[in-house]
């Protein structure tokens, strides 16, 4: 059974800082990239930051400069720094598993996300 557990979600004021992580479990993490999306009130789900299995990172315009994506492969687990964090980076953080094996089957898993809010 496929589980991404987020945590580290929480209130902040503008141009603060907060972190999050998600562990994974029942992947093959070696083999996955791992990313973070988020979605506000009344928009779609966007691409926040990927990682590679490499380590190699994409990042949304949005927050490149500002966000910080890092994985631990031994603990199966990503962490997204974030920092000089805006009113406008408000919005529910999911983290999702894009697991390619070599018969290119794909298999791509979310977590439950959690809430990010940054206001005074």
């Known amino acids: 059974q496929v589980q991404l557990v987020e945590s580290g979600g929480g209130l902040v004021q503008p141009g603060g800082s907060l972190g999050l992580s998600c562990a994974a479990s029942?992947?093959?993490?070696?083999?996955?990239?791992m990313g973070w999306y988020r979605q506000a009130p009344g928009n779609e789900r966007e691409l926040v930051a990927t990682?590679?299995?490499?380590?190699?990172?994409n990042y949304a315009d949005s927050v490149k400069g500002r966000f910080t994506l890092s994985r631990d492969n031994a603990k199966k687990t990503v962490y997204l720094q974030m920092s000089s964090l805006k009113p406008e980076d408000t919005a529910v953080y999911y983290c999702n598993a894009d697991t390619r094996y070599s018969d290119a089957t794909v298999y791509y898993y979310w977590g439950q996300g959690t809430q990010v809010t940054v206001s005074s």
């Open positions: 990682i590679t299995s490499g380590g190699s990172t």
């Open positions: 029942g992947i093959i993490f070696s083999i996955t990239t």
